[in-house]
C-alpha cells in the first residue's frame, strides 16, 4: 500500500468521518422528507400521476447516498449476470424481484442493482408497519407508498392485496422486492427452518432458510396485471466473506456477484400447491448454485462447468453510476459547508459549551443513522423461525 493509499484508507476509517457521514445521511434525508410532505398536496387533488413521479425523483436523491456508500466509498465492486436478452429488459418492464438474505448488506447490494438499472427510486418492498414511523427511511417509504405489514398473514391480506393492486396504476416500472426467507441467514435460524422442513417432508437447504410461501403467492397474485417477470436474483460474496455496515463505513472493498434469472409472470402457477412448489424449486436451485459459488468462489457460468442450468449467462457491463457520486457531493456542499463555518464560528468565540452540545448531537445522529439504517433498510417483515406462528 502506498502512502497516499494509507493516508486515504485511514481518512475513512476515522469515526469523525463516519459521524459527519451520518450527519449527511440523516439531514439530507429529512429535507427530502419535507418535500415529500409538500407533494401531499398533489395527491388530495388528485395528480396521483405528477405525485408519485416526484416522490420517485426525491427519493432516488437520497437513496443515492447508499450506491455512493458501496461503490465510490468503500469501492465495493458489484459483478452482475444474466443472459443479454433479460439484460435488455431489466429496466424496461416491472418486475418481483426474490433475493437471498444471506449477509447484512445484500439489501444494499440490492440497491446498488437497482440503481444501475436506473429503478432504484421506484424499488418498493414491504416492510414492518412501525418502520413508517421512522424518521428519513420509513417516512420516504412511506411516501413512495411502500407496503406496511404486522407480520400476521392473515390480519395483513387485505393491505396487502389493495396496496398491490395499487402498483397496476403506476405508469413507471418498479421493482418489488422480496426476501422469501423473511429474516436474515443465522446458524440457529437455519436450524430451526431445516427441522421444520423435515416435518413437511421438504429438501434441505445448506445455505438458505426455508423459503415462506404465503407472502409470495400473494404478491405474485397482486401483481399479475402490472409485472412482466419475476427475477430470481442470487448474491454471493466472494471469499466467502459476510461485509457489515461498518465495513463499508471504514471503506473496507469488496466483491460481490449478482445472479438475475428472469422468469416470466405467466410461468408462475396460480394454483396455491402448484406455486408452493414453484418456490420451493426455486430455493433449491439458489442453494445449489451458493454451495458453487462456497467451493469455486464463483458462478457455474463457464461452459466446462459441470452445473448447465447457467448456458448463456455472462458477465452484463452495467458500470457505476456517476449521478450518485455527484448528488453526494452536491448533499456534502450544501449540508456540511454551513456546519464546518458554524463550528469555525464557535471555536474562534470561544463558546466551548456550544461546541460540547454540538458534539454530543452529533455523536447521537450518528447512532441514529446505524440503528436506522441497520433495522430499517433490510425491506423485510422479518421474524425468526421457531418465535411466530407460520401461516404458510
Known amino acids: 500500500m502506498s502512502g497516499n493509499d494509507g493516508f486515504i484508507a485511514s481518512v475513512k476509517k476515522n469515526s469523525v468521518i463516519h459521524v459527519l457521514l451520518a450527519f449527511l445521511f440523516m439531514t439530507s434525508g429529512l429535507i427530502v422528507n419535507a418535500l415529500q410532505a409538500l407533494t401531499m398536496i398533489l395527491w388530495f387533488s388528485g395528480k396521483k400521476d405528477l405525485y408519485r413521479t416526484l416522490n420517485i425523483r426525491l427519493a432516488y436523491l437520497h437513496w443515492a447516498l447508499i450506491p455512493f456508500l458501496l461503490e465510490w466509498w468503500a469501492d465495493v465492486k458489484v459483478n452482475l449476470y444474466a443472459t443479454p436478452e433479460d439484460a435488455k429488459k431489466l429496466n424496461k418492464e416491472s418486475a418481483v424481484v426474490v433475493m437471498n438474505h444471506k449477509y447484512d448488506i445484500d439489501w444494499a447490494i440490492g440497491w446498488v442493482t437497482a440503481d444501475r438499472c436506473g429503478i432504484l427510486g421506484n424499488a418498493k418492498c414491504m416492510a414492518k408497519s412501525a418502520l413508517s414511523y421512522v424518521p428519513v427511511i420509513g417516512w420516504a417509504w412511506r411516501f413512495c407508498e411502500y407496503i406496511f405489514v404486522t407480520r400476521n398473514l392473515e390480519r395483513d391480506v387485505k393491505t396487502i392485496l389493495k396496496a398491490l393492486r395499487n402498483l397496476a396504476q403506476f405508469k413507471h416500472h418498479y421493482w418489488m422486492l422480496i426476501f422469501c426467507e423473511g429474516t436474515r441467514f443465522t446458524e440457529e435460524k437455519h436450524k430451526l427452518s431445516m427441522e421444520f422442513a423435515a416435518k413437511k417432508g421438504l429438501k434441505p437447504l445448506k445455505h438458505h432458510l426455508l423459503p415462506r410461501t404465503g407472502g409470495f403467492r400473494m404478491?405474485?397474485?397482486?401483481?399479475?396485471?402490472?409485472?412482466?417477470?419475476?427475477?430470481?436474483?442470487?448474491?454471493?460474496?466472494?471469499?466467502?466473506?459476510?461485509?457489515?455496515?461498518?465495513?463499508?463505513?471504514?471503506?473496507?472493498?469488496?466483491?460481490?456477484?449478482?445472479?438475475?434469472?428472469?422468469?416470466?409472470?405467466?410461468?408462475?402457477?396460480?394454483?396455491?400447491?402448484?406455486?408452493?412448489?414453484?418456490?420451493?424449486?426455486?430455493?433449491?436451485?439458489?442453494?445449489?448454485?451458493?454451495?458453487?459459488?462456497?467451493?469455486?468462489?464463483?458462478?457455474?457460468?463457464?461452459?466446462?462447468?459441470?452445473?448447465?442450468?447457467?448456458?448463456?449467462?455472462?458477465?452484463?457491463?452495467y458500470p457505476r453510476r456517476t449521478e450518485c457520486l455527484w448528488i453526494a457531493i452536491s448533499w456534502a456542499v450544501l449540508i456540511l459547508t454551513p456546519l464546518f463555518y458554524y463550528v469555525y464560528t464557535l471555536i474562534v468565540s470561544g463558546a466551548w459549551v456550544k461546541i460540547t452540545v454540538m458534539g454530543l448531537i452529533l455523536s447521537a445522529v450518528s447512532y441514529l443513522f446505524q440503528k436506522i439504517v441497520a433495522q430499517g433498510a433490510v425491506s423485510t417483515s422479518s421474524s425468526s423461525y421457531g418465535m411466530v406462528k407460520k401461516s404458510d
Do not use: H
Not at 282 to 307: A, G, H, M, Q, T
Open 219 to 317: 404478491v405474485v397474485k397482486g401483481v399479475r396485471d402490472s409485472a412482466a417477470a419475476l427475477y430470481d436474483a442470487t448474491i454471493y460474496v466472494k471469499g466467502n466473506r459476510s461485509p457489515t455496515l461498518i465495513d463499508l463505513l471504514c471503506g473496507k472493498s469488496c466483491e460481490a456477484d449478482f445472479l438475475f434469472m428472469r422468469v416470466p409472470i405467466e410461468k408462475i402457477p396460480d394454483d396455491d400447491k402448484e406455486c408452493s412448489d414453484f418456490v420451493y424449486d426455486l430455493y433449491e436451485r439458489k442453494d445449489k448454485y451458493f454451495d458453487f459459488c462456497r467451493n469455486n468462489d464463483r458462478f457455474p457460468v463457464e461452459s466446462e462447468d459441470e452445473i448447465q442450468d447457467l448456458k448463456g449467462y455472462e458477465l452484463i457491463d
